[in-house]
């Protein structure tokens, strides 16, 4: 089982083709009932929508000159992100197996059972025609992305059969980015072609879960994870992934615990974050 990354090499946490459109009445119905969800959970960490809006707007202008200044940057090398087709597959398992030394990589079939749900939501990044790094979404509609749950019950398992065609919110379940190739902000740029699929297929917004990995540090200086998540947002602590993904326009929803038990570091917990399409 693996989570999303915050940040190139790091394995972070969870975070859509466009189903039938909704009538306006549905849709605004759907909009409450979503919203209403997040909010529940939100006031756990304070009002971030505004400040999260407004930073959404400002990443969505800022988007296209970063890649500009990103290739300044990299000099003659050639970063490209594209959709991953079943030919990667070799080259991804590749890739996992050197970012996540220390697990079990991806089984092929379930690589192969991801790309062919949904193609439009999982990306590789090609570095000098090499793969550099692997992104997988899927859609998921409000009321199960955004409500308590785990990395299985969300992914079918890692296997991406959860997928809905009708679902209004894009679920990113895993970046991983080759660790030596961290100065290209491959996982920045991945965050950018999210936010992209989700306006051009209009969709409500993004959900992840993400990781905590400095908790188990910090652990016995708060009260539980709530606290620590909360003294990250008010740059107490540093958390290198919970930081990226505040950054990168993501508001706060709350925490699950037991969301991927494996990950130590994070006692458990995974961090539920939403960026709304403005």
Not at 83 to 90: F, P, V, Y
Not at 134 to 143: D, K, T
Request: glycine residues 12%; hydrophobic residues 30%; contains cysteine.
């Amino acid at each position: 089982l693996r989570l999303d990354v915050g940040q190139d090499g790091n394995r972070a946490g969870l975070e859509i083709g466009v189903g039938e459109e909704r009538g306006n009445g549905d849709h605004q119905a759907r909009r409450g009932r979503d919203e209403g969800l997040g909010d529940a959970r939100g006031k756990l960490f304070g009002n971030t929508r505004t400040r999260s809006r407004h930073h959404a707007e400002d990443l969505d202008h800022a988007d296209d000159g970063a890649e500009k200044a990103q290739q300044r940057r990299t000099g003659n090398d050639c970063c490209e992100i594209r959709e991953a087709t079943l030919q990667d597959i070799d080259a991804i398992s590749r890739l996992v197996e050197r970012v996540y030394p220390d697990m079990p990589p991806y089984p092929k079939d379930m690589l192969r059972a991801q790309v062919t749900a949904y193609p439009e939501g999982h990306l590789i990044a090609l570095l000098n025609g090499e793969v550099a790094g692997y992104c997988a979404s899927i859609r998921l509609p409000g009321e199960r992305a955004l409500v308590p749950h785990t990395w299985k019950e969300a992914t079918g398992g890692g296997y991406g059969t959860t997928h809905d065609d009708a679902g209004d919110y894009l679920y990113g379940y895993e970046v991983c980015v080759d660790p030596a190739l961290r100065r290209y902000r491959v996982g920045q740029r991945f965050y950018q072609a999210r936010r992209r699929l989700c306006r051009s297929q209009r969709l409500r917004g993004i959900v992840i879960v993400g990781r905590i990995p400095n908790y188990h540090r910090r652990a016995k200086l708060v009260s539980g994870p709530e606290e620590y998540v909360q003294a990250v947002v008010s740059k107490r602590f540093r958390d290198p992934v919970l930081n990226f993904q505040l950054r990168q326009g993501y508001e706060l929803i709350g925490v699950l615990p037991g969301y991927l038990p494996l990950d130590k570091e994070s006692m458990g917990n995974g961090v539920q974050l939403i960026w709304r399409n403005p």
